[in-house]
């Protein structure tokens, strides 16, 4: 929006400068369009964002990131289990990896596994490349937090390890503890939710509500206005393209489009309990 904008305001404001050099008012539209084009980046991505030639540095620290905190998070209680091995394996292979990034992904995760690996400074790079943009820490944090409950529970030392990461990325512990509750609320919905659907003798019980509502960030007492634009909010930070313009890369958008499914799911429920369309 912004481009088009800038594009015709240059126009106007260097043809109108000396009537008929019609060459300035073209020179103009074009810085128009340069600058309009930055904003409208900027407005979608945020200021992290807002410079696409340095998306390619963006999605190889957050790969990095993603898989170095998640062998820190796996050694967490001392060993790596086979479920959590088996997640690894499962979390790359949905997302489709090529050879040399499921190379690169497995030799990170071994890195980050080492007894005396400190976190610091790979979330402190993180936070130069990836933290002022508008999603990236958030979206870190949800993927992390899904490695963490790969064995189906959230041990003491891994939910440390967490806090630890949504503290230096500038998140509170009531920002965290929301986020944290969402992305349980969202696996619990999403499974009970599913396999009952699928055997076919699902019925919508006050618990599924309960965690749909959770699954979405807001309560039962919220209005359907504030349901819907968290509804959006969150659909918007898992969009594709949004977050492929961010820095997430290509072969690793399979695991927020899961997310997004989750929360469609519940936010599907919440309609369908409140009569709306």
Request: net charge positive; aromatic share 10%; hydrophobic share 40%.
């Amino acid at each position: 929006m912004f481009k088009w904008i800038g594009l015709i305001l240059g126009f106007l404001l260097l043809s109108t400068m000396s009537v008929g050099l019609l060459i300035l008012g073209i020179f103009g539209a074009l810085i128009g369009l340069i600058f309009g084009g930055f904003a409208d980046r900027v407005r979608a991505y945020g200021l992290g964002g807002a410079n696409p030639f340095t998306n390619q540095t963006r999605q190889a620290v957050f790969l990095e990131t993603v898989f170095v905190l998640m062998g820190k998070l796996a050694k967490a209680d001392g060993r790596i289990s086979q479920i959590e091995i088996d997640h690894v394996e499962a979390f790359i292979k949905k997302m489709g990896m090529s050879g040399e990034h499921r190379q690169e992904a497995i030799r990170q995760f071994k890195r980050g596994a080492e007894p005396d690996f400190d976190i610091n400074e790979t979330v402190t790079k993180f936070k130069q490349h990836c933290g002022n943009t508008f999603n990236l820490k958030q979206v870190l944090l949800v993927y992390l937090t899904v490695m963490a409950l790969a064995d189906g529970k959230l041990d003491p030392q891994e939910r440390q390890i967490l806090e630890q990461v949504s503290s230096q990325l500038g998140y509170s512990r009531a920002e965290f503890n929301r986020i944290l509750d969402m992305v349980l609320s969202q696996a619990n919905f999403s499974s009970g939710y599913q396999q009952q659907y699928s055997s076919g003798q699902h019925r919508s019980s006050v618990n599924d509500l309960a965690e749909a509502y959770k699954a979405l960030g807001v309560t039962e007492q919220s209005s359907n206005q504030e349901i819907k634009r968290a509804y959006r909010k969150l659909m918007s930070q898992y969009h594709p393209d949004k977050l492929m313009g961010q820095g997430v890369p290509e072969d690793m958008i399979a695991v927020a489009t899961e997310q997004a499914k989750e929360i469609q799911l519940a936010y599907d429920l919440i309609k369908k309990s409140r009569g709306l369309n």
